[in-house]
């Protein structure tokens, strides 16, 4: 073999994938057809269990520090600022929770954050490399390459994007539609004169929902805008003039454009592979699903999608690689209906269209009655998101239950007495010896739903795999 895994697609599915692999030492390549990186926001939120997945890669830090939270929205009605609404509401952090609340970050600079890890670990992404073809069979996958080499690895994975060229190449059904009644005009630019301390609505007051929205992009001087377009409207210009022109249109004139970065029609696209598997051939991120930008799901899905593929390609176990396909395309489906759903408000111009709540933050997506999550009882069960809990060692040192589970392998957690390969943790009140952690708020046995002499297995994606309850 060339390498264990060729990776076609470097977005932040294919790079966090990269990332889970090479932090395992197993040997991977990442291609990407472009040759050059994309420079643009696409999208920008990132939900609040993708932030717990970037806290365990080692890169949550740098996307802290480069994004920004959410900011209220500016409502203009023919130029008159009329109301201010959030698209979240801001909740504080919980033992549980650390980070409930949505971030903001141009995908390009998220991009760039994790090539920056990925390269700690002493690879680098391809560029100008397209996969041309493969073949597989009983002992792995022929690929070739763009630039007339031809590798060798155990799988391919496919994270190239909605026009897929592995999916298309194994003939896997994108099955789902394109809503050609709907369009927007989507782009970054520069605007002279807005408060980037807020989003800005512009619309008429005769017609409220439709208009032309400007989110600030922390770390740029730009916004990212997204316009209505009206049914019919055909042969629409992207240009800067064009974009200037609509927002005069709404505005009075009172912003002045420049520094038009990208931008384009886009078009509702609600889609989902029929298959993400096609034997040592996966299909992840957008390749495998395809969704509305309405609560902000398509990037956050398909990070989780590489962080679930990671480890189990690195363990490679017929077990471990059958289970992703189920449990994966679930949480697609389920998120597809989401954004659907948000969609469907906002056409119908509901007043909360632009409320996003719990169900778009995937910090209760489950795995439950999946092939690797046997039934169980209580609150918390396997297959479930592992919570966060702080602790106290014998030196009285603060300890995060994250901060144990952080890195590439599972973690075992004994809640009281006995012996374990993992992390035994006191009821509060206790006295700490040795490694022994200390629950002295009692947050995590609350959170765990467990008694002393409770047995808990965090899988490598710090989802609950095994949970032995004491009797109460």
């Given at each position: 073999?060339?390498?264990?895994?060729?990776?076609?697609?470097?977005?932040?599915?294919?790079?966090?994938?990269?990332?889970?692999?090479?932090?395992?030492?197993?040997?991977?390549?990442?291609?990407?057809?472009?040759?050059?990186?994309?420079?643009?926001?696409?999208?920008?939120?990132?939900?609040?269990?993708?932030?717990?997945?970037?806290?365990?890669?080692?890169?949550?830090?740098?996307?802290?520090?480069?994004?920004?939270?959410?900011?209220?929205?500016?409502?203009?009605?023919?130029?008159?600022?009329?109301?201010?609404?959030?698209?979240?509401?801001?909740?504080?952090?919980?033992?549980?929770?650390?980070?409930?609340?949505?971030?903001?970050?141009?995908?390009?600079?998220?991009?760039?954050?994790?090539?920056?890890?990925?390269?700690?670990?002493?690879?680098?992404?391809?560029?100008?490399?397209?996969?041309?073809?493969?073949?597989?069979?009983?002992?792995?996958?022929?690929?070739?390459?763009?630039?007339?080499?031809?590798?060798?690895?155990?799988?391919?994975?496919?994270?190239?994007?909605?026009?897929?060229?592995?999916?298309?190449?194994?003939?896997?059904?994108?099955?789902?539609?394109?809503?050609?009644?709907?369009?927007?005009?989507?782009?970054?630019?520069?605007?002279?004169?807005?408060d980037r301390a807020y989003g800005h609505w512009f619309a008429g007051k005769d017609e409220p929902m439709?208009?032309?929205?400007?989110?600030?992009?922390?770390?740029?001087p730009l916004f990212q805008f997204a316009a209505s377009l009206a049914e019919g409207e055909v042969d629409?210009?992207?240009?800067?003039?064009?974009?200037?022109?609509?927002?005069?249109?709404?505005?009075?004139?009172?912003?002045?454009?420049?520094?038009?970065?990208?931008?384009?029609?886009?078009?509702?696209?609600?889609?989902?592979?029929?298959?993400?598997?096609?034997?040592?051939?996966?299909?992840?991120?957008?390749?495998?699903?395809?969704?509305?930008?309405?609560?902000?799901?398509?990037?956050?899905?398909?990070?989780?999608?590489?962080?679930?593929?990671?480890?189990?390609?690195?363990?490679?176990?017929?077990?471990?690689?059958?289970?992703?396909?189920?449990?994966?395309?679930?949480?697609?489906?389920?998120?597809?209906?989401?954004?659907?759903?948000?969609?469907?408000?906002?056409?119908?111009?509901?007043?909360?269209?632009?409320?996003?709540?719990?169900?778009?933050?995937?910090?209760?997506?489950?795995?439950?009655?999946?092939?690797?999550?046997?039934?169980?009882?209580?609150?918390?069960?396997?297959?479930?998101?592992?919570?966060?809990?702080?602790?106290?060692?014998?030196?009285?040192?603060?300890?995060?239950?994250?901060?144990?589970?952080?890195?590439?392998?599972?973690?075992?957690?004994?809640?009281?007495?006995?012996?374990?390969?993992?992390?035994?943790?006191?009821?509060?009140?206790?006295?700490?010896?040795?490694?022994?952690?200390?629950?002295?708020?009692?947050?995590?046995?609350?959170?765990?739903?467990?008694?002393?002499?409770?047995?808990?297995?965090?899988?490598?994606?710090?989802?609950?795999?095994?949970?032995?309850?004491?009797?109460?």
């Amino acid at each position: 073999m060339d390498t264990r895994v060729l990776i076609a697609g470097a977005g932040p599915t294919g790079l966090t994938l990269a990332i889970e692999l090479a932090r395992r030492d197993v040997p991977v390549r990442i291609i990407d057809k472009v040759e050059t990186y994309f420079v643009g926001s696409r999208g920008d939120g990132m939900q609040p269990r993708t932030l717990e997945v970037f806290e365990d890669l080692g890169v949550l830090d740098a996307v802290l520090a480069a994004g920004g939270p959410p900011v209220p929205m500016k409502i203009h009605l023919d130029g008159e600022v009329v109301d201010e609404r959030m698209m979240f509401d801001l909740v504080d952090p919980t033992p549980s929770k650390p980070y409930p609340t949505g971030w903001f970050l141009g995908q390009s600079q998220t991009e760039g954050i994790l090539r920056d890890r990925l390269a700690e670990f002493g690879v680098r992404v391809e560029l100008a490399t397209a996969l041309t073809g493969f073949e597989q069979d009983a002992d792995g996958v022929t690929a070739t390459l763009s630039t007339g080499e031809t590798v060798r690895a155990e799988y391919l994975v496919g994270a190239d994007g909605g026009k897929s060229f592995v999916r298309k190449a194994l003939g896997i059904a994108f099955e789902g539609s394109t809503d050609e009644s709907i369009r927007m005009l989507l782009g970054d630019v520069r605007a002279d004169g807005l408060d980037r301390a807020y989003g800005h609505w512009f619309a008429g007051k005769d017609e409220p929902m439709s208009g032309m929205m400007f989110s600030p992009l922390p770390g740029t001087p730009l916004f990212q805008f997204a316009a209505s377009l009206a049914e019919g409207e055909v042969d629409v210009e992207t240009a800067l003039p064009a974009v200037q022109a609509r927002l005069d249109a709404l505005s009075g004139g009172t912003v002045k454009l420049s520094g038009l970065a990208w931008s384009t029609v886009w078009r509702p696209n609600t889609r989902l592979a029929a298959r993400f598997r096609d034997g040592r051939v996966f299909l992840a991120g957008d390749a495998a699903h395809a969704h509305p930008p309405t609560g902000g799901q398509g990037l956050n899905t398909g990070i989780q999608d590489g962080y679930n593929l990671g480890w189990k390609l690195a363990d490679g176990s017929p077990e471990l690689l059958d289970s992703y396909e189920p449990e994966r395309r679930t949480v697609a489906a389920r998120v597809l209906g989401v954004t659907s759903e948000l969609l469907r408000k906002y056409i119908d111009g509901d007043d909360d269209a632009h409320r996003r709540g719990e169900d778009t933050q995937q910090l209760d997506i489950t795995y439950r009655g999946g092939p690797l999550s046997p039934a169980g009882t209580g609150a918390l069960r396997p297959g479930d998101r592992a919570p966060d809990a702080p602790l106290v060692d014998a030196n009285g040192k603060r300890v995060r239950l994250f901060e144990l589970f952080r890195g590439p392998h599972a973690t075992e957690l004994l809640f009281g007495d006995g012996e374990t390969t993992g992390y035994r943790i006191l009821p509060a009140g206790s006295v700490a010896t040795g490694p022994d952690l200390v629950d002295e708020g009692g947050h995590a046995y609350e959170a765990y739903d467990v008694q002393p002499g409770t047995r808990v297995l965090i899988r490598p994606d710090n989802y609950v795999w095994s949970i032995s309850r004491a009797a109460s």
